[in-house]
C-alpha cells in the first residue's frame, strides 16, 4: 500500500504549507512501514496532474489524501470517484465546503488525520455530463466552440451552481481584494447591479419544465462559497438531488435572501422551489442568448446543457459515520 499526500501549500493564504509537517507525521505513524509519497503542487494544473498520476493504477492498495482547499478536494474525488481507491480530505482553504458538508472539522486537522486512521465508507456523489449531442460548437444559434474540458465527464462533490450564485461564484474566483470570506459577500453586490432573472429548461426526472428563475443550484451537501447554504438539507447518502430554484425576485429582496443563504433560512421565502430527484437536464441562458455556465466545488464545469445524476456510493471517503444535518 503507497500512501499520496498532494498538498497545495499556499491553500488558505499558506495555511495548508504550516500544517503539512504535522499531516506528514501523523500519516507516518497511522501507516506505519507504508510507503508515502509527498508532493507540492505547484498550481492547479500541476496539481491535478500529480493526483491523477498518483492514483492512475485506481488499485484499493492506494490511499490519496489531499491536503488543501475545495479545488483540491474536487480534483482528489474527480481522480477516484468510481474506484476503491479511498481520499482523505484535511481542509486548509477559505471555503472548505464539501469538508464541512460531510462532518469533516475545518478548523483542526487532527479530526480528519484520525478519520484516515479508520475505514472509509461510501459517499453519494454527483456525476456531471454533457448532455448530448455534444458537436464543435454549441447550438441554438452559439458558434463558439466547445473545449474539449467542457466534453469531459466530471464529478461533483457539494453544489452545482448555475445562476447567479455561478455568477458571484465566478467573479468571487477572479477577485484579488478581498480574499478569503468576504470574497463572496462582495462578489454578490458586484454582480447583482446589472443582473436579470434567466432563461432555463429543465427536465427532472422525466418531467420538462421551462421557466425563468434567479438560479438554479444542485446538491449534493450543503454549502458552496464558505458557508452559504444553498441546499440547506442536501444529505450525502440518501441518493438523491437536492435542488434549489429561486424564481424571479427583485434585486432588494435577492440581497436580503442572501443575508439568510448563511443560516439556511431563506428557503421559508415564497419564491423558493425545494424538489429532490435522481436526475436533472439543465439548460439555460442569458438574455442574449449565451449559454449559461456551471460551476461545481467551487471550480469551473463550463457552459451548460448538462445532465446531472446522483450515483449512490461513488466517493469512498474517510468521512463520520453520520452525515450532519
Known amino acids: ?88 480530505m484535511i481542509a486548509a482553504g477559505s471555503g472548505d465546503d464539501l ?90 453586490f458586484t454582480e447583482l447591479r446589472d443582473f436579470q432573472p434567466l432563461r432555463y429548461e429543465l427536465v427532472v426526472d422525466g418531467e420538462r419544465r421551462e421557466l425563468e428563475a434567479m438560479l438554479i443550484a444542485i446538491g449534493n451537501t450543503s454549502s458552496f462559497g464558505g458557508g452559504l447554504r444553498m441546499c440547506p438539507d442536501a444529505d450525502p447518502d440518501d441518493g438523491l438531488l437536492d435542488i434549489t430554484i429561486i424564481h424571479p425576485v427583485g434585486r432588494a429582496k435577492l440581497v436580503r435572501m442572501f443575508g439568510e443563504v448563511y443560516a439556511g433560512t431563506f428557503t421559508r421565502i415564497k419564491e423558493v422551489e425545494l424538489i429532490r430527484a435522481r436526475r436533472v437536464e439543465l439548460s439555460g441562458w442569458l438574455a442574449d442568448g449565451t449559454p449559461l455556465t456551471a460551476m461545481g466545488d467551487g471550480e469551473l464545469i463550463g457552459s451548460i446543457p448538462r445532465v446531472i445524476e446522483c450515483v449512490s456510493g461513488a466517493l469512498n471517503a474517510y468521512a463520520p459515520p453520520q452525515h450532519p444535518r
Open 99 to 188: 469538508c464541512r458538508g460531510l462532518g469533516i472539522d475545518v478548523d483542526d486537522p487532527g479530526q480528519a488525520l484520525e478519520l484516515i486512521g479508520l475505514p472509509a465508507r461510501p459517499i453519494d456523489l454527483l456525476r456531471v455530463d454533457p448532455l448530448t449531442p455534444v458537436g464543435p460548437h454549441r447550438g441554438r444559434g452559439d458558434d463558439s466552440p466547445v473545449s474539449a474540458d467542457e466534453q469531459q465527464r466530471r464529478w461533483v462533490g457539494s453544489i452545482l451552481c448555475s445562476g447567479f450564485d455561478a455568477l458571484v461564484n465566478i467573479r468571487a474566483n477572479a477577485m484579488t481584494f478581498p480574499r478569503g470570506r468576504l470574497q463572496y459577500p462582495v462578489a454578490v
Open 1 to 88: 500500500m503507497t500512501i499520496h499526500l498532494v498538498a497545495n501549500p499556499t491553500s488558505g493564504g499558506g495555511r495548508a504549507a504550516r500544517m503539512l509537517p504535522r499531516v506528514v507525521e501523523q500519516l507516518r505513524r497511522t501507516f506505519v512501514g507504508r510507503p508515502l509519497v509527498v508532493q507540492k503542487a505547484t498550481n492547479y494544473a500541476h496539481a491535478r496532474q500529480v493526483i491523477n498520476d498518483a492514483v492512475a493504477c485506481h488499485t484499493e492498495d492506494e490511499v490519496l489524501v489531499v491536503l488543501g482547499g475545495d479545488g483540491m478536494m474536487h480534483l482528489g474525488l474527480n481522480a477516484v470517484a468510481g474506484t476503491d481507491v479511498p481520499l482523505g
